[in-house]
Nanobody
Framework: QVQVVESGGGLVQVGESLTLSCTAS????????LAWFRQAPGNEREIVAC???????HYADSVQGRVTISRDNAKNTLRLQMNSLEPEDTAMYYC???????????????????WGQGTQVTVSS
């Protein structure tokens, strides 16, 4: 049974930091592109960061320099370190695995599957 669980979200003040974690069971991460997406009410789901199997990363312009995506294949875990949080970062955050092994990073949610329930990040000013 596949289970993807995101955690680490919460309510923070502007400028503070959070580290999100994603753990999967029954769904190997090794060899796949992994990504964090976010979705705010009324908005489409958008890419935050992506990490391919080779270690190459992609970050959305809006978070470049403020977030770091990392993975631990042995623990089947994906993390997102977020610093200098802004009110615009408020959203539900989801992790996902590419549908194809050895895929490059993609900004389209359609290229990813096995979504978790998400973890809410709220940044208060």
């Amino acid at each position: 049974q596949v289970q993807v669980v995101e955690s680490g979200g919460g309510l923070v003040q502007v400028g503070e930091s959070l580290t999100l974690s994603c753990t999967a069971s029954g769904l190997p991460f090794a060899g796949y592109a992994l990504a964090w997406f976010r979705q705010a009410p009324g908005n489409e789901r958008e890419i935050v960061a992506c990490l391919v199997w080779s270690g190459r990363t992609h970050y959305a312009d809006s978070v470049q320099g403020r977030v770091t995506i990392s993975r631990d294949n042995a623990k089947n875990t994906l993390r997102l370190q977020m610093n200098s949080l802004e009110p615009e970062d408020t959203a539900m955050y989801y992790c996902a695995r590419s549908t194809i092994k050895y895929a490059p990073c993609s900004t389209s949610p359609d290229d990813f599957g096995s979504w978790g329930q998400g973890t809410q990040v709220t940044v208060s000013s």
